[in-house]
Each structure stands twice: as C-alpha cells, then as structure tokens.
C-alpha cells in the first residue's frame, strides 16, 4: 500500500531505486571521514546544518510551570509562515519499513519549503499540520527539528536557510543514522541535543539490553549488568519508551525549552 502511494503520488520510483539513492547519501556522509573534508562538507556544517530530537516522552521529569518539549513543535507550526507536507517517507519507502507507518512523511516549515517539487508534497494549514504532528507522535516517531542541507539535495532546491525540516525518525530506516558514519567532533557540531536535557539510568536497570539494541546511534552499552549511556546521546527519549522496567529517565532543566526554541529560530529564518 504504501509502495503504490508513494508512485502514485509523483516519485516514479519503487522502494529498490530509492534505496539506492538512500544509500549514496550514506557514501556522501562518509566523505567528512576524508582530512580536510569535515569542515567543509556542507551536509554537517553547523552553519547548513543544526538538527535535533526533539523527546516525546510524557513522562519527562521538568519544572512545574515548564511546557513538555513536544508542545515546541506546535509553536513552531504556528509560527511558519507555509506549512508543507511530504506524501510519504522517502527512508521507510525505500527501506521497506515495517515498524513505522512510511504514509508519514517530512513537515517543512518556512518560505523555502514552497520550492519542494509539488508532485512529493502539499501545503496545509496550522490545524492539519499540527494533526500530522501529532499523528506521528503517536505512532510512535520521534521528531527532530532544525535545519537540514540534506534536504536540499534531496529535493533539488537551493539553499536558502528559510526551510525548517520537521522529520519524523524512525530508528530502523532514518537517514540520520548515517550520522555515524561521520567523525564525531563534526557530527556534534551538527547534530546537537535537546538544551538542557538529561537522560539518567537509575538504580532499576536489570541490564537487559532492550534499550541498546533500540539505540541506532550506538550511545546505549551494557557493562557489567547495567546500561551505560554515552555523550554520544542525542537524546530522544526511545530508550526510555522501551525499558521495560522504567530503568530511564529524562529530565529538563529551567529554561530549557525556551535556550533549544531561541537556537532553533536563531538559525532557521522560516517567515
């Protein structure tokens, strides 16, 4: 079903020809392993390139009078001044995702997500934005926000810095886990955490190794009997959602919400 969506909506590709292409985005991502080549490649400059996941947990321990971070992505929807909707999930397509619902595809917020070829994607309003959001969360996908050189390859359009990419990640099929293929000082510059977020392991891990097999970005190790959690950690929360002994939690600190809202807007400018 969603193989014949994704054709039908315009792409002209089975999931094999996307898959391809998928994955010469991986060999591209491997170039910053080149000396001299980090610095300059434009899919993890921080100046092309400033993305994080933005936690869907419910259960985020924070101040009071606080917001949950997911209500940012609402703010954020708001504020846009276009609203674009891709038909469908290039990564879950190609990859034939059996997880997660491929009928999901990207939000693009701002000026320049008018430049997506129509044929992939449409404009919605604040309400139907929100309730794509919304739906995505509920499926279980974690958003990560920011802005994303990668897009414009992959839709063929210029940069401009006035397109904010609302991806719904999915562990098994993201390109973001092509992020490990490049060198960490580079991959930390472009692919930050949530500002003031903490993920703890507490005394009730039994060392199960759930959370690390979910963990695509390899941050989770099992040592002695206990689950580690590495600075490697972006933060999304899934290890928590999937510890079945609710060995993990996260918290955000004061202000939080507001320092990751102010680094997001001060990069992107999408209206």
Known sequence: MAKKAFIERGIGKPP???????????????LSRIPGVGARHPWVRPDKTDVRWVPINTDIRK??????PITMV????????????????GCRTGYECRNYP???????????ALDI???????????????????????????IVGKAHVDDFIYSIPHTGT????CFCCEC????????????KYRDAAFTRFEGIEV???????????????????????????????????????????????????????????RTYERIRANVKYY
């Open 16 to 30: 094999r020809f996307i898959r391809m292409g998928l994955e010469f985005q991986r060999w591209v991502f491997k």
């Open 63 to 68: 101040p009071d009078d606080a917001p949950l």
């Open 74 to 89: 609402d703010r954020l929807i708001e504020e846009a001044s276009h609203r674009v909707i891709v038909y469908n999930c």
């Open 102 to 112: 491929a009928e999901i595809g990207c939000l693009h917020l701002g000026d320049g």
């Open 117 to 143: 070829p129509k044929t992939v994607c449409r404009e919605v309003g604040i309400a139907e934005a929100k309730e794509h959001a919304h739906r995505a969360i509920e499926a279980g996908l974690v958003p």
């Open 163 to 166: 397109m904010m990419t609302i």
């Open 173 to 184: 099929c993201c390109l973001t886990r092509f992020y490990n293929e490049v060198p960490e």
């Open 200 to 258: 703890r392991v507490t005394d009730e891990c039994k060392g199960c190794g759930k959370c690390e097999k979910r963990c695509f970005i390899e941050a989770i190790t099992v040592v002695d009997g206990r689950a580690v959690i590495s600075e490697q950690c972006r933060a999304c929360g899934r290890c928590s959602i999937t510890c079945p002994d609710d060995a993990i939690e996260i918290s955000v600190d004061e202000g939080s919400f507001e």
